[in-house]
């Protein structure tokens, strides 16, 4: 049972455009999501977080919408940048299982010169 | 600082085998959690110990297995290898004193079971 789903396992933006991706979740008692970035061969790095208290958090071109009535959220990229090509994982968590993360399977964004 | 290290990089082995992944976390950090990574099952978490004891547990058969030492490295253990076990093998640090959720992850070791 998917709890943290990345429904779209792909997605090609052109440079310079807004990259979307969508994360959707089950679990109403997650509070806190995070956003990591993986490039071949090396560990996901994180990216940005946004706790449940917020509908929105930036640092820089990254943007983190939270929708906690439809148990989305979203990762807006702007403007993106061959370099932001990597996969993508959306991971949430909660006190009530000490703080372990739950991840998506990924979305592999390629962003075209 | 120096990262999350993880040793070997690449690991080839064969089937029925056992192998040890080891991981030294960021200085300081208490927590370590170890993810396996396939193309089609994503980040499938195994373990997480916090203080040498472990916290958090996935469904993973008994063949896996992991501790943390006092310095709070930590190392995983395969045994009875299986060509399904080939995989990355992630391992994760972080402060875990309830407010900085960041993990901070190494390269990973690439197991290959032949």
């Known amino acids: 049972d998917q709890q943290v789903k990345q429904n779209s396992p792909s997605l090609s933006v052109q440079e310079g455009r807004i990259s979307i991706l969508n994360c959707d979740y089950t679990?109403?008692?997650?509070?806190?999501f995070l956003w990591y970035k993986k490039y071949p061969a090396e560990g996901p790095t994180f990216l940005i977080s946004i706790s449940s208290i917020k509908d929105k958090n930036e640092d820089g071109r990254f943007t983190v919408f939270l929708n906690k009535s439809a148990k989305h959220l979203s990762l807006h990229i702007v403007p993106s940048q061959p370099g932001d090509s990597a996969v993508y994982f959306c991971a949430a968590s909660n006190a009530g299982n000490n703080r372990k993360l739950i991840w998506g399977l990924g979305t592999s964004l390629a962003v075209n010169p | 600082k120096a990262g999350v290290t993880q040793t070997p990089r690449y690991l080839i082995k064969t089937r029925g085998q056992q192998v040890t992944l080891s991981c030294s976390p960021i200085s300081g950090h208490r927590s370590v959690s170890w993810y396996q990574q396939t193309p089609g099952q994503g980040l499938q978490f195994l373990f997480e110990?916090?203080?040498?004891?472990?916290?958090n547990k996935g469904n993973f058969p008994g063949r896996f297995s992991g501790r943390q030492f006092s310095n709070s490295r930590s190392e995983m253990n395969v045994s009875t290898l299986e060509l399904g076990d080939s995989a990355l093998y992630l391992c994760?640090?972080?402060?875990?004193?309830?407010?900085?959720?960041?993990?901070?992850f190494g390269s990973g070791t690439r197991l290959t079971v032949v």
């Open positions: 994760a640090s972080s402060l875990a004193n309830g407010k900085n959720y960041g993990y901070t």
């Open positions: 679990n109403s008692m997650f509070d806190y």
């Open positions: 110990y916090f203080s040498e004891t472990q916290r």
